[in-house]
Every structure is written in structure tokens, then in C-alpha cells.
């Protein structure tokens, strides 16, 4: 069984390139260890989330994700089970400003002026 989170907060601190390469680096490799996959979009210092995985995994991260002060305000914005997961290849794609991408990380995708890319879309959607 599959399930899927998402959610939106807010940045306490601009974060540049080095802390976000850092917290992604360590997201990803917690991620594999837990079957977790998904995507995170950071514009305007609001993150918004979608996480998907086992439903024991998504619960523990859930609870770690609240405890995090990097971020806060954090409004569930959608959970429940899925058939399928929408970002099977990545333990954590990562949708931002190109300026924030310094270190080449893969699994990064540049949003457009608008803020959004197909990624993000896809995060997104009901
Ligand atoms: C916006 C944001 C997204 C995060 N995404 C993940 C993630 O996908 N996976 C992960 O393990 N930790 C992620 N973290 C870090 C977790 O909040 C937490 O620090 C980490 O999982 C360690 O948890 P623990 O302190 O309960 O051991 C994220 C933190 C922030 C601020």
C-alpha cells in the first residue's frame, strides 16, 4: 500500500544553495532507506511538498517534517492512498529558482518566471 502527502509552509530563513543542496543530500539519502519518493518546490521561501511511500514512512516523516524548525506554518494540504507514485525516479526531485542550483544537484528542475514547471504541475494536481 501506497500513500501520498502534500503540503505548504513557509522558509523561517532565505535559504541559499548550499544549505539547500545539504538538507536535500540528506532528505534523499533518508528517503531511499525509507521507500519515500517526491518532489519539493521552494519559490518565494514557500515550500510546497508532496511526499509518497509506504504509509509508516509518510507518517515519520510527517512528524519529523513538523519538529523541523527550517520551516513553519506547515498546512496539510492533501493525504490519502494511492495507486501509483508520480515521481517513481526520485527520492526528492527539487524545483527552483536556477540561481539556487550552484552545486549541479540532479535531480533539479528549473522553474519558469511564473514560478511553476511540469514537476511542480504534477506535485499539484488532485
Ligand atoms: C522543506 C523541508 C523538506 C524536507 N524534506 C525531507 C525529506 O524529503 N526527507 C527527509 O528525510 N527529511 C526532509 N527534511 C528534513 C526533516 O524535516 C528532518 O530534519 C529529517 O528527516 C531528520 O528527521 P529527525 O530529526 O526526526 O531524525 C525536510 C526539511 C524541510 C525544511
Redesign the pocket.
Same mark, same amino acid.
Given at each position: 500500500m501506497l500513500e501520498r502527502l502534500l503540503y505548504r509552509?513557509k522558509a523561517t530563513n532565505t535559504l541559499g544553495s548550499l544549505h539547500l543542496f545539504n538538507?536535500l543530500s540528506?532528505?534523499r539519502a533518508?528517503?531511499a532507506s525509507m521507500g @519515500?519518493t517526491?518532489h +519539493?518546490l521552494y519559490t518565494e521561501e514557500v515550500?510546497v511538498?508532496c @511526499?509518497e511511500g509506504p504509509p509508516a514512512s509518510i507518517s515519520s +516523516?510527517w512528524e519529523? +517534517?513538523q519538529?523541523?524548525d527550517?520551516?513553519h506554518d506547515l498546512q496539510l494540504l492533501a493525504r490519502g492512498p494511492i495507486e501509483a507514485r508520480r515521481y517513481q525516479d526520485w527520492s526528492?526531485a527539487f524545483s527552483s529558482y536556477p540561481s539556487l542550483n550552484r552545486f549541479n544537484m540532479p535531480g533539479f528542475f528549473a522553474v519558469d518566471k511564473e514560478g511553476m514547471n511540469a514537476e511542480a504541475e504534477r506535485c499539484a494536481q488532485a
Open positions: 509552509s538538507m540528506e532528505a533518508k528517503n @519515500i517526491g +519539493l515550500f511538498q @511526499i +516523516l519529523s +517534517l519538529r523541523d527550517r520551516h526528492m
